[in-house]
């Protein structure tokens, strides 16, 4: 967490809560909403024990822009839950925004197309749709514009692949209608495939684990879930899962302190391309290395797995690496 500050929690339109890491601890002590008292009952603020927290409703949704403003200035982590659908997500992004989504397609009202359409964020992920449910239009801009995917199948054959593309993002959006009906039961118009309870969870962890985390918007969960269903226990569980992320996240980048890193130089061929990865001698997370076509001296640096290592000492150079050196070399 480093710097982070801070958080939410949900209730009925926007709520919103904040911590900051030693300081003085303790929180919410007026009315607890159902997902509020699943939060205690999993002991979410046990690991916080040196942290402040702040809280807040905005049922009218009024000062939830001037609070966003002034949290992003002093870089407070933030969570905004909000039952149902969005109004929109460019609300949400300022200028520079890296942008991450996890959904189970394109929606009707569609907001990923609407973003895409005003204009392409810095960096963007979409993360657990699935193609079916997908406008081809929206996947095909995707590509053309080298933003990366990863759709729920790929993701359930190796939840690692999300990392990496959780780590570059900074703004996080999360629609809980991309959960299977069977383990998200109260939401209405469910369906039969969609992410498990264990791996939106996961996915939750890898976003407060972010180098960049600066918000996560949780929204398309019913507003009247009982308490002690299984709406607000995984509401709940999700919370303490990005928080437990930021808590233990470490502050780390390649191109910030070389020093803290293995750097490990992979020859392609006798005259080929050698590609650099860098592994972190704190977390062991990796990092490759892509040359930047503008300007010679300072390289890309991009989160990468082990298995992209893996394949580069195979001979093989990885798919990742070509697609943001073929971004490099289109850049405007």
Known sequence: ???????????????????????????????????????????????????????????????????????????????????????????????????????????????????????????????????????????????????????????????????????????HFVDMRCMRHADFPEIKHGNPNGLYAEEICTLARYMGLSHHFQLAVVYGYPSDCRKGSLTAKLMAQLLWHVTEGLAVSVQEHPGEDAASFHRKAVQMGEDGQELVFLQSRKSGRWWIEVPNCKQSGTPFYISCSIDDYVMACKGEIPLKWLFYYQKSNNFS
């Open 1 to 171: 967490m480093g710097s982070s500050e801070h958080r939410l929690i949900p209730q009925l339109p926007f709520y919103l809560a904040a911590f900051r890491k030693r300081r003085t601890h303790n929180i919410l002590e007026d009315k607890a909403t159902p997902v509020r008292r699943s939060s205690f009952s999993y002991r979410f603020l046990d690991a916080y024990r040196d942290s402040r927290v702040f809280y807040m409703e905005d049922t009218m949704e009024t000062r939830l822009p001037g609070i966003l403003s002034a949290v992003e200035k002093l870089r407070v982590p933030c969570i905004v839950m909000h039952p149902g659908d969005l109004p929109g997500m460019g609300a949400f992004l300022p200028s520079g925004a890296r942008v991450s989504l996890v959904s189970q397609g394109t929606e009707n009202p569609d907001h990923l197309s609407t973003l895409l359409e005003q204009s392409l964020p810095d960096y963007f992920t979409w993360i657990g749709f699935q193609r079916y449910l997908a406008n081809p239009a929206v996947l095909e801009k995707l590509s053309d514009n080298y933003m990366e995917t990863l759709r729920l199948g790929e993701f359930r054959k190796n939840h690692l692949m999300a990392e990496p593309l959780l780590r570059e993002a900074s703004h």
